[in-house]
C-alpha cells in the first residue's frame, strides 16, 4: 500500500483551506486511511473523503486499446493547527 501525495495546483489550492490531496493503492477505508496519515505525519484527520476514478479504455492515434487504471484518492481535512510538510514546501516553491 502507497500513499502518494497530489501536487497539482487544484490540490495546493485546497492545502491552503485545509484540505490535503492523496493517491492511494490498495484497499482501505476511511478509517484505516485516518490511521495510516497518523502515522506517517503524526497529524489528526477530522474529515476524509474517498473519491473513486474508474478504469478507462481509451485509443491512441493509431487506434489500438489503451487502458488507464483505476486510481483511488482520498481527501484528509486536518485540524486548523496541523499542516503537513511536504504541501507547504510545494506552496513556498511555487511562489
Known amino acids: 500500500m502507497k500513499l502518494i501525495p497530489v501536487l497539482t ?3 495546493l489550492n485546497l492545502a491552503k483551506d485545509g484540505w490535503y490531496t492523496f493517491k492511494f493503492t ?5 478509517y484505516k486511511l485516518r490511521e495510516i496519515v497518523l502515522k506517517l505525519f503524526k497529524v489528526h484527520a477530522l474529515k476524509v473523503r474517498k473519491i473513486s476514478i474508474p478504469l478507462v479504455m481509451t485509443k491512441d492515434i493509431r ?6 487504471s483505476s486510481i483511488k484518492k482520498f481527501l484528509v481535512k486536518l485540524k486548523d493547527d496541523e499542516k503537513i510538510d511536504i504541501f507547504e514546501e510545494s506552496l513556498k516553491a511555487k511562489k
Open 9 to 11: 495546483e487544484k490540490s
Open 26 to 30: 490498495g484497499t482501505a477505508t476511511k
Open 63 to 68: 487506434g489500438r486499446k489503451k487502458t488507464h
